[in-house]
């Protein structure tokens, strides 16, 4: 004897199964995003195209210029020989930075005065920006304390500046030691992949069911609601969890982000991700008539639970009121939750808040589905 | 037999959406194994109805019983006793024969043991023997709806609702659709079926005919077309077609008049009374043949009776 549920299962399995490209697009968009993602969400700066318009043309400035050189963080794009090509190099966007080495550059360094050195930026991405020119205060500074060692033995070491203190910071980075951004990302990756995956899978396989009518007839028949949307969200499930497990693995073993955590933690911290998730799609399919509208609905919804997350901006740094709807974002605390677990390695009750909290929201969120659901005709 | 309660009963069922009133107290009584038609224009409250009847819409006013379940109060009750097909063709083109059958057996919990045989009766019905493996997207259009009927009445219900089950299937698989609804009635089920075929509302032991959310008639069909008209309708061959129809409308006895091709089709209170339109016309210099008794179709009484029932409203 099959329980109601069985069935409903049974069937959601052979249509799974015999929809020959399900495993394809299951698989295949998640792998590929993950390796674009994986490659391209990254803080460094590196390969900054810059101008450099040398009115010097002295042995300093050589020197200066093939410090930055040195680096690989700077690619000479082009040489001006006045400062109209600077400007015509950063509004066409050949060059990102400009370096302006002034006459009288290397003589006023020598007479130990003000030399001048003139860098413009173009602060359109002003976080690339600030990073760039982060560089080329440690590379100036570099510069200048080569210069010194050339110049102070000449002039008597034994007056070495009594009133200079020299500080040096050592920083340590816990958890990631190397300060490695992927480490940052791959995690965050899995968890964004993850909601808009399946979110989108469950409203549109219930709209789906709608829009043909075999909703109706599912619900003249003695099916519960609670029945039918277990049925349609059990196999969601499943498959949700598989995705992390796969995606996980590929972020160990390709990208080499460690996991430090309890896999047990893990598997608990998915499925209270994945209830909140499956929650979020069932009440986004009891808005929908027809899979247009689910779209639309998918398209205004994933953006901001993507981008007020956490994933990449911090939500302490944003203004109070989207703060607020952060607490409404399963994605900010599952990324809380896989991110601890794979760098920190903390315990479940350090995660208990962010558990909590996905627990509240996912079975809110299906019993407000459940509600609707059954009047969903009306 | 008058001592069984209904198997449907609606008692000034009204179902409003909004300001617009889709079904408006509408009354109607089905007896055991009756096949009842509903008839009546698109958009009449024929689907409304039905749904409200599955426990699918909830009444905004009235109520309906059906079999033996209030089907705003039980609605659990009615849905486990009746079948149920949706104008949308809605099985899954994906599963196969076989596994909608036992799909839609197991929603309705009939017993493992007797799934077998059930779905033997299914297919049998439908045809579909030797199909069984067949995906549903790749049967045509008459086996479909011949298994959608199958899936619908697995678990044998003792009340069917149809909800224009025919449309868009060629008539020979039509002809064969109304005689297994003919069988299932002789067993014993309740049938409500819509349509919006006329020749099919002769197959239905009586028809409800729906306009504008409200019930405008009820009875057989050939108590639709005789009484519904209010008279007994004749041919009649005359000329000049003008002359006659002005002489016939100040008659006494005609009831209506009208121009049908090259003869007029007369409506009179009193067969009796046709006897005398020949001197009646002779006197307005009208030649004319003798009336010709006619039966009128269901759709002559469905267009007259929906002309008087709007009349009133035309006129307020």
Known sequence: MFGRLGVMLMKEFIELKRDRWAMFRLIVPLLVQLFAFGYAATFTVTRVSTVILDLDQSQASRALISHFTATGIFDIVDVATDQRQITRDLNQGTATLAIVIHARFAANLANGKEAPLQVIVDGTNSNTALIALGYVSQIVALFQEDEAA????????????????????????????????????????????????????????????????????????????????????????????????????????????????????????????????????????????????????????????????????????????????????????????????????????????????????????LAISMMRFSKSLD | MSAAPPSVLTEGLTKIFGRFTAVDHIDLSIATGEVMGFIGPNGAGKSTTIRMLCGLLRPSAGRAVVAGFDVARKPEAVRAHIGYMSQKFSLYGDLTVRENLRFFGGLYSVRQSEMAERMRFAITMAGLEGRENALVNTLAGGWKQRLALGCAILHRPPVLFLDEPTSGVEPEARRRFWDLIHDL???????????????????????????????????????????????????????????????????????????????????????????????????????????????PSLEDAFVRLVTRTRRPEAAS
């Open chain 1, 150 to 365: 050339h110049l102070l033995p000449a002039s008597a070491g034994a007056s070495a500046a009594p009133g200079t203190l020299t500080l040096s910071l050592q920083y340590q980075p816990w958890f990631n030691a190397g300060l490695s951004d992927r480490w940052f990302f791959i995690p965050g990756i899995i968890g964004t992949l993850i909601l808009v995956q399946i979110v989108g899978l469950t409203a549109f396989a219930v709209v789906r069911e709608r829009e043909v009518g075999t909703l109706e007839q599912i619900l003249v028949s003695p099916i519960s609601s609670f029945e039918f949307i277990l049925g349609k969200t059990v196999p969601f499930f499943l498959i949700g969890l598989a995705d992390v497990a796969l995606i996980s693995i590929v972020g160990i073993l390709w990208f080499g982000v460690p996991f430090v955590g309890n896999p047990f933690l893990m598997l608990l911290g998915s499925s209270l991700f994945l209830l909140s998730v499956l929650g979020l799609g069932l009440l986004l399919s009891t808005f929908s008539q027809t899979q247009q509208q689910a779209f639309a609905l998918n398209f205004f919804l994933l953006n901001p639970f993507f981008i007020l997350s956490g994933f990449a901006f911090p939500i302490a740094a944003m203004p109070r009121i989207l703060q607020w709807f952060t607490y409404l974002n399963p994605l900010r605390y599952f990324l809380v939750v896989i991110r601890a677990l794979f760098l920190k390695g903390v315990g479940f009750w350090t995660l208990f808040p962010d558990f909590a909290a996905m627990f509240l929201l996912g079975t809110g969120a």
């Open chain 2, 185 to 295: 009635a002789a067993g014993g089920v309740t049938i409500l079926v819509s349509t919006h075929y006329m020749d099919e509302a002769e197959y239905c032991n009586r028809v409800a005919l729906i306009d504008r959310g409200r019930l405008a008639a009820i009875g057989t069909p050939s108590e639709l077309r005789g009484h519904a008209l209010g008279g007994a309708l004749f041919e009649l061959a005359c000329s000049p077609l003008g002359a006659a129809l002005a002489a016939l409308h100040r008659a006494p006895g005609v009831i209506e008049a009208n121009v049908f091709g090259d003869r007029l089709h007369v409506l009179l209170a009193d067969a009796s009374a046709a006897a005398s339109l020949h001197t009646l016309l002779a006197a307005a210099n009208v030649r004319a043949e003798a009336p010709r008794p006619i039966a």
